[in-house]
């Protein structure tokens, strides 16, 4: 079965989960357009997700999804929430969903664990995921080791369920790049960030505008929680107490409400400006709908191009 078919949208493009920032307004805004538009529910108690779904099914009567951060200690109550609302996708990050998938699985939903590394596909294929998403480093947020170019065609090749690729896709090439490495969908974040739906603080679009392609970097390797942002006063103060090799609670004061100040208050110096590589080549802040028909149609030009004449 194709991705579009399994997930009920007409085209194979599907909305990263950022934290705090894929709410009802973008979320709604992407599945009308046609692709599948994920809550983040990364930060949410169960009602503050409640409410978001019921924002979501106000705005659109197409097929959303919920991302499960598994990093959060309140999985089970999301996921009561997820049934109540007969959310039918799930896709978790930064873990394993092992012990909550029968639960999902009874329950009728269509699980993507997001994944990093062959092994952890493997794993997920038997744990019984309908498809994965393979994300590389490209990425924003907690991200893994390997580029999307090297990770997408190893996954594509040790499982059989459907891949769907992520990290460093910000238009139409890309979108073609991932399908040529055997990808049959793509999840993208990043440039959904600089959209007009998209409710995050204007000075976070316009950093993300501003960014060119060297002004991501990682932090937090050594945690082990890697995280892309974009290079800023906060990050600057990170790397030099990380080079310190100072204790981890002294790192984690430092990070304590960043996202917030960034995605909220629009602190953009003080703040986590969680973003991937791509950020580099965002120009242009525009609505959900015309990007989505633009990359697709680029996507589709790129393809063709390939046709020998
Ligand atoms: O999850 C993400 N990206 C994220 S989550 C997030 S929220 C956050 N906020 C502050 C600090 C840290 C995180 C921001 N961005 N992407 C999906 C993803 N999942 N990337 C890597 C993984 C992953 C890692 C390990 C998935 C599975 C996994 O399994 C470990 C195991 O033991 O099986």
Redesign the pocket.
């Known amino acids: 079965m194709s991705i579009t078919e399994l997930l009920h949208i007409k085209y194979p493009i599907m909305q990263?989960?950022?934290?705090q920032i894929a709410k009802a307004p973008l979320v709604a805004a992407v599945s009308n357009a046609g692709g599948l538009g994920i809550i983040?529910s990364?930060?949410m108690s169960g009602e503050e997700l409640r409410a978001e779904i019921q924002k979501t099914k106000a705005l659109t009567d197409k097929p959303f999804g919920v991302?499960l951060?598994?990093?959060m200690t309140n999985i089970e109550e999301l996921t009561a929430v997820i049934i109540e609302e007969g959310v039918k996708v799930v896709t978790?990050?930064?873990?394993?969903p092992?012990t909550y998938m029968p639960i999902w699985k009874e329950a009728g939903i269509t699980v993507i664990?997001?994944?990093?590394?062959v092994l952890?596909a493997r794993?997920m294929e038997q744990l019984g995921a309908d498809a994965v998403?393979a994300?590389g480093t490209e990425?924003?947020?907690?991200?893994?080791e390997t580029t999307t170019m090297a990770l997408l065609p190893q996954v594509v090749d040790a499982v059989s369920i459907p891949v769907i690729a992520?990290g460093g896709i910000g238009d139409g090439r890309g979108i073609a790049a991932a399908f040529a490495l055997g990808a049959q969908g793509v999840q993208i974040g990043t440039r959904f960030l600089a959209t007009d739906e998209c409710p995050v603080h204007e000075n976070f679009k316009l950093a993300c505008l501003k960014a060119k392609d060297r002004d991501t970097v990682v932090t937090?390797r050594r945690n082990g929680?890697p995280?892309r942002s974009i290079k800023n006063k906060m990050i600057k103060e990170y790397q030099r107490l990380e080079d310190e090799n100072v204790d981890r609670d002294v790192l984690e004061e430092l990070?304590l409400g960043s996202?917030r100040k960034a995605v909220q208050e629009g602190d953009t110096e003080n703040g986590?400006v969680?973003a991937g590589q791509i950020t580099g080549m965002i120009t242009e802040i525009k609505p959900v709908d015309a990007l989505i028909q633009e990359m697709m149609t680029q996507a589709t030009e790129t393809v063709s191009a390939l046709t020998v004449k």
């Open positions: 990263g989960a950022m934290a983040a990364g930060g991302n951060m598994l990093m978790t990050g930064a873990g394993t092992k664990p997001v994944v990093p590394s952890i794993k998403v994300e990425a924003g947020g907690h991200v893994g992520a937090g929680a995280v990070t996202l986590s969680m």
